[in-house]
Each structure stands twice: as C-alpha cells, then as structure tokens.
C-alpha cells in the first residue's frame, strides 16, 4: 500500500438537525481506486466537498495529500482535481478557451499552460475538436473534457462525482478505462457512484454509505463474503422434475442457499465453487441441465442484500418501539 | 460557509487568479450578443443627443458663452431629453445586464463547483465579476464620452478649455460611479436569487422604483410628516428640507445632483438658496472645477459607499451559499 492521500478521522457534517455525513472514517491510498457507493442523499456528495475545502465539516478532521481542505485550500485545490457531477463547461467558449481560464486560475504561465492543454486534449482524444465551442460536444466527450480539464493541473489526486451518469454503458466502460489508465500512471482516484455495476469492475477498494455512514468497506470480494455470507454463486438452468430442484441441490454439503429465481432458474451461494457437484445432483435427480454459470458477486447483490437487512432491522425497530 | 470563523487566517492571497477572472469576464462581456445592443443603444444615444445639442447650440446664436462643450452633455431639444439625462436613465440598465446572472449564472451553468475547486477563494470570483463588469462599462462610457467629445469638436469647430475636459471627465467617473452602484445591486441579487430572471427582474424592479416612484412617494412622505399648516416661511423649509433629505436615498437623485453641479458650473449650491445667503454672490459667475467637485462630494461618496455596502452584502451571501445545487 502507498502513502495514504486522504484520511478522515470522525468527520462529520450536519446541516441543521439533518446529519449529511456521520463519523466517517475514510482511508485512501496513493494509486487505488476507492468507489463511495451509495444511493442519493447517502452523504457521498458532501463528503467530496469537505475533502476539497468547498464545505466546512462541523467536526472532525480531514488531511488531503497532507493538507488540511479547510486551513489550505489553495494547496489542496491545485494539486487535487475534481470532476463534480453533471459537469458545466461556458459552452458559448471553445473547449480550449475553457481550458485556458482554468489554467490561468491554477496560475500557469502562458507557455506551459499551452503544452500541459495539449498533451490533456491528447489523453482523452479531443484534439480533433479542441477549437469546436463546448456547445457542440455530446455528453461523453464533456465527461472526457472534464477530465481533460483537471489533467492540466498535473493532479495527484482526481475526485469524480457520479461520472459515469447519464453516459451510456459503452461509454461509461470507456471512461471506466480511462480511469484505470490513470490510477495505473500513479494517480489516485476517489470516485463516487450509485451505478454498482459498472464502478465494480474499476475500483480496488470500494465503501457502502448509507445514511451519511460508511457502513462497509474493502474489495467487492470481501464485502461479498461479509454480506453475502458466501463467496460463490452459481447460476443453473434446469428443467425435468416437478418438484423442481430447491430440495436436490440443498443437500449439497457447503451449499448456503437456494434461491429459487425464475423457472427453472436456481441460484445457489456456497463458500467453494460447487459446479461439478451441482450439476452431478441435477443430472442424478434425472432432470435436464441447460446452463450452469460461476456468478461474480455483483455489488447489486451486496448492496440489496446489505439494505433488506438494514431496513428489516429498521422496521423491526419500529415495531417494537 | 468556506470563510473559516477559526482564529487561525486562511492561506495565500484571497485575490489569487483574480486578474484571470476579470479578463475572462471582459471578454465574455465585450462578445457578448447582449452587451453589443446595448452598446449600439448607448452610441445612438450619444450620437443622437450630441446632433440635438449642437442644433440647440448653434441655433441659440449664443456663441459668446463660456462651456460650450459642457452644454453638449446637458442642452436639449425636445422631444430628446439632454444626454446626461440619457444616461441616467440607460446606464442602470447597462449595468444590470452585466450583472444580473454573475453569480447565479455559475450555478445554472453547473461551472461554479468546477471553477471554485480551483485553487482561488470565492473572494476572487466575486470580486473579479464586479471589476470585470466595471472595467468594462467604464470601457463602453469612455469610448461614448470620446465619440461626444468627437462629435464636439467637428460641430463647434473650438477646442475644449482645461477646465472643460476636467469636468467631463469627473462626469465620466461619475457615471462609472452610478454604474457601480447597480452592478453591484444586480450582482447582490445574482447571489440571492437561484433563477437569472427573477435577478434582472428584482434589480429592474428596484430600478423602476427609484426612477419612477421615488419621488412621488417622497413628496407623499413630505407632506404628511412635515405638513404646512399655517404658511409660515419655517414650515416650506422644513418640508422642502425633508423632501431633498429623502429624496438623497435614491442614487438616481445623487447621480443628477452630480451631474448638475458637475456639468452647469453656474450652479452653486444643491440645496436650499436663501436670499441673504447669495448677499455678495456674482450670479451666474461659474465656480472652479475644485469647488464644484466639493459640492458633489457628499453625493459621490455617498454612490460609493452604497455600492461598497451591496458589495459586501453579496460577498456575505456569497460566502454563505452552499456549493452544491
């Protein structure tokens, strides 16, 4: 692991009575990929703009590549950039006027500024259409400018929000690589999404907000076996018994669960990959299999398996109060 | 809430990148489709009454009299009201079209979160939107006093005197003064307001107000606080005192004092004159530049300290407003 880049110790915001983000203790490292991933209203967003000084926490301690956001903003803000969701360009302004205002803000002189908004436009693929006026670009290529745009503060640390929204799949894998290309060049990133699907497969570490807490945090696989209770799904297709297959397959040893899916449709947790003994059940049991798939575990599991535990807790709670 | 309330002071400059911003904002103002109406406006305007003014000079035959120039910004012909009049009335427009969506412009646009994750203070934004708007509208006013000056010069066919030139360039700052005063209203506004529209109608509301019902009002308020009951020569001065003490608020009146004192150098007093009060007086001997400027002083301040007080009020709600839209 690399220097830590962020740390929050108990930050914590409140706007009036209403807690935005509670003790959050985050831990970021130099070159990782770190996803907040929650639903809106999660605490993701305010989160962000203490970590850039653009909010004051109402306690707790923030350090952002060893600077204080709320005493030295300035030292933060040029070397940390940030990509706020649904992005604003002046789209009356070319995508290179646009470039250049924000250089001069982080005080480049001229000359540099000039080759560091070229080498940006090379990176993301927009110099065909660097002097085109923004108003013209469609939304991925605004999502590539945005990155263009905080590349040309040589960042050490580049802090999305929900970038891959509104952008559609292909694009948002594209960006997604992007992104990876990034951290692999030493640049570490804090995104924040409620699209699970499609940070999972970028993020090296990942954290659960909910409720302005940080509920769960580690790798996919690792959140996987907390909630899920089970490293391995296996997805099987079979037909040819009325009874259907719920009681074969849960006579497995090491099976967790069966979940009866759609007909003829099982899915089966287990701690080990159980393929072989699966399907050796369903034949033995004389029906016919279709299809027999080793499921990742997807953060939607994860995350809807967390959540129906929290809000049962929740409503339990509730009743008894 | 950026300001830190914490004893310890902030780091760096709060003016860094300012210089960055009030060029981007002259650029985007001197380009804009807005400000190029307006601009025409102006130099019709300028045009227009400085023709009628020379009509108005060269048909009197009064040839004879001191401040010839002068008389270009002032003399009228109707149906046209003089250019000074003019410009009272235009240049609060001019300066809410600069400013109204300053700041909420940003947040509409979605680039304020983009441009304030930059390393410069919220201080530097709004600051650099209020000079940018200001440079540019003493920009457009100093080309129109040259075009009037211009237009001066082929029609009277004389020089102007020193003296001349010194007052209407104190009328020029005088009227970038004025403007101040409504960009900074319009930007206050931009800050309070979420939607542009409702910023440029607040600020044209506000403008309205003291252009057309100020006065009345002020007449109203005069007259029933200080009424006239018996006639006595106390009571009309009374009256007459509380109605130019109110009527001072509003910075339309300030600006036409200014003006008056400015570009009538005749003129020798804004308030009351009484009788043994001109015992000695030469009338009609014009003052110097100096003690013209003296006169206005009050009401020159006055302008500034207006627009500093909305300036600030903007800085505070500025500073106050959440990043996030």
Redesign the interface.
Known sequence: MGNLIIETKNLTKKYGDFVAVDSLNLKVHQGEIFGMLGPNGSGK??TI?ML?????PTSGEVQVLGFDP??????V??RA??I?D???????LTARENLM??A????LPRSEAYKRIDEAFERVGLSQVADQRVGTYSRGMRQRL?VA?VLI?KPELIIMDEPTLGLDPELAHEFLKLSRELADSGITILLSSHLLYQVQEVCDRVGLFHRGRMVLEGTVNKLAQDVLGAGYVVRIQANGSQAGFTETLKQIPGVANVEFKTPDTYLLKATKDLRTEAARAVINAGGQLKSLDLETPSLDDIYNAYFSEVNHGITHETKRA | MALPTKPKGREGSPWTGLWAVVAKEMADHLTSARMQILEILIVLTAVGTGYAALQQISGSGNNEEQFLFLKLFTSAREPLPAFAGFLGFLVPLVAIALAFDAINGEFNRRTASRVLSQPIYRDALLLGKFLGAVFTLALVLAAIWLLVMGVGLLGLGLPPSGEEVARSLLFLLATIAYGGFWIALAMLFSTIFRQSATAALASIAVWLFFAAFWEILVSLAAQSLSPIQFGFLEEFLAQTQLRLTLSRFSPNTLFAEATMALLRPAVRSLGLLLPFELEGAVLGAPLPVGQSLLLIWPQLTGMIAATILLFVLGYVSFQRREIRT
């Not at chain 1, 850039?52 to 004051?56: D, F, M, P």
């Not at chain 1, 709320?70 to 030292?75: A, I, V």
């Not at chain 1, 649904?86 to 009356?92: A, I, L, M, R, S």
């Open positions: 967003t305010t703009l850039l000084g653009l909010t004051e709320s005493r030295q903003p300035l030292s803000k040029s950039g940030y706020p649904q992005v604003g360009f002046y789209d009356e205002y924000i001069k803000l982080n005080g945005a745009d503060k």
